[in-house]
């Protein structure tokens, strides 16, 4: 909303935003990131939470008033808070009295990190041929420069290894592609970005693409999903009751890596190459999702024993998300399906693919058409939830509107191939996980990981003892 206003603003025409008493802090951050000080008409409580009449009396009584006073003045800039220079040294001193100033100025995600000296940071920038000053494009909230600089200065900080930077590198293209959608990490479902990691890369880093997949205690997979949570606060701007307005939240998700090697033994494509890339190519894919659920024991010797227990399951973990099917969106719900290595090697030895697989989520992972209107229109108060008119409009596709039976079971996604699937984790446990996506906030973007010239030889001579004290 407080972008839309600021666009107005510039152009001349007045503006007041409606903001929710749960979001006035928000509302400061993001008028900082905008170097604006937009008016604001603050809303009581929250209107999801009242009756009509309470929600009338807050409006007439409170908002009003402040809405015509924000039409008949005059808006002024924001003031500057001056932040350090790109190499300035911010300060000197123990490990513990640093981690201290970094949790002082919320720099610090509440752990202990790496001090980010030069020395440390110079070793990062040696394992990418980008220029450090490079710019890979402006963040919202806070319009910052993701410079190649600050992407080594926070995987330092994060307790990276100094050759996990073309991987950093890649991750950061992702987040300011405008595909993905950054600007809303903060968001009230709180939804984390999942990172899934392809190619040779995975077995040359040590990265666990086995049991325990996606638990910490793998410095590669744990690391690197911290600098994305240190880089969305400290170059994006998101801080916790400020521009991260997360009801629950969730902590940053450590980085998943497919098996390869399953995957080639079946003959099943990787994640990258669904993501538009070659097999053999080292990519991220980042998506964000707003939670999760374990199928445990999934058995059967066939895909008909097994699919309909996870089909089930695909259904059960999606609800107010259909609004990015239909709606807010449209189409751009991706849910992922994660598959222990023997639950794909035994769907795969009758001869189906991930195709085949995806088909029948498309075919079997269905609701009752009232239930899904239901779901938007009295559950989640969207203005659009009619799935006739949406057919008729274009919007989705015909199989959401077949017949005018209320009973009629219709899909949760608009095709098969939105569903998105990965082999890995423990490789004799018949189990499975699937993740409800958060759509358009947070959309499916993939980048290829570009190493640098000297790339194996760099690895040979890198030594840098990353755990010393530093001052």
């Not at 001193?93 to 000296?117: H, K, R």
């Not at 227990?309 to 992922?336: C, E, H, K």
């Not at 023997?342 to 075919?363: H, N, P």
Request: aromatic letters at 8%; a negative charge; one cysteine or more.
């Amino acid at each position: 909303m407080l972008r839309a206003s600021a666009v107005c603003e510039e152009a001349g025409v007045p503006s007041a935003s409606l903001v929710c008493e749960g979001f006035l802090s928000q509302a400061a951050a993001v008028n900082i990131g905008l170097g604006l000080k937009l008016p604001v008409a603050l809303v009581p409580g929250h209107p999801g939470a009242q009756s009509r009449d309470e929600l009338r009396r807050n409006v007439l009584e409170v908002t009003v008033d402040a809405v015509v006073d924000n039409l008949t003045r005059e808006s002024a800039a924001a003031g500057e808070e001056r932040e350090p220079g790109v190499r300035d040294i911010v300060f000197r001193g123990s490990f513990a009295e640093v981690n201290q100033c970094f949790i002082d100025n919320e720099w610090s995600d509440g752990l202990p990190i790496v001090p980010p000296t030069r020395e440390r940071v110079d070793a990062f920038l040696r394992f990418t041929d980008r220029d450090p000053d490079e710019v890979l494009g402006q963040i919202l909230p806070d319009s910052r420069r993701a410079s190649v600089w600050s992407i080594a200065v926070n995987g330092v900080m994060a307790g990276c290894r100094p050759e996990y930077m073309p991987i950093l590198v890649a991750l950061v293209e992702a987040m300011v592609d405008p595909a993905y959608g950054v600007e809303h990490s903060g968001n009230t479902p709180g939804g984390e970005t999942l990172i899934i990691l392809n190619g040779p890369i995975i077995k040359r880093l040590g990265f666990n693409y086995t049991q325990g997949v996606v638990r910490d205690g793998f410095q590669p997979n744990t690391s690197i999903g911290r600098f994305w949570r240190l880089y969305l606060r400290n170059v994006a701007g998101f801080l916790p009751h400020k521009n991260d307005k997360a009801t629950f939240g969730n902590t940053w998700r450590v980085v998943l890596a497919e098996n390869e090697d399953v995957l080639a033994q079946i003959g099943w494509e990787p994640n990258s190459v669904e993501m538009g890339f070659t097999a053999g190519d080292d990519t991220v894919t980042i998506a964000r999702y707003t939670g999760g659920n374990l199928l445990s024991s999934v058995s059967g010797s066939t895909p008909e024993e097994l699919l309909p227990y996870i089909a089930d399951a695909v259904v059960r973990q999606i609800s107010w998300q259909l609004m990015f099917t239909v709606g807010m969106g449209n189409g751009t719900l991706r849910p992922l399906l994660l598959l222990s290595p023997i639950l794909a090697q035994t769907i795969a030895r009758a001869g189906w693919s991930k195709r085949d697989v995806k088909q029948y989520l498309f075919e079997h992972a269905r609701l009752p058409a009232w239930q899904f209107e239901r779901i938007l229109r009295d559950w989640n108060q969207k203005p659009i939830w009619n799935l006739t008119q949406q057919v008729r409009a274009g919007n989705v596709p015909q199989v959401f509107a077949e017949s005018d039976d209320p009973n009629r079971m219709v899909p949760l996604v608009g095709e098969p191939g939105n569903y998105m699937i990965a082999v890995t984790g423990d490789l004799m446990r018949n189990n499975a996980y699937v993740f409800a996506h958060n759509g358009v906030l947070g959309y499916s973007v993939g980048k290829r990981i570009r190493l640098p010239v000297r790339w194996d030889a760099m690895l040979a001579e890198n030594k840098l003892p990353m755990n010393s004290a530093s001052s």
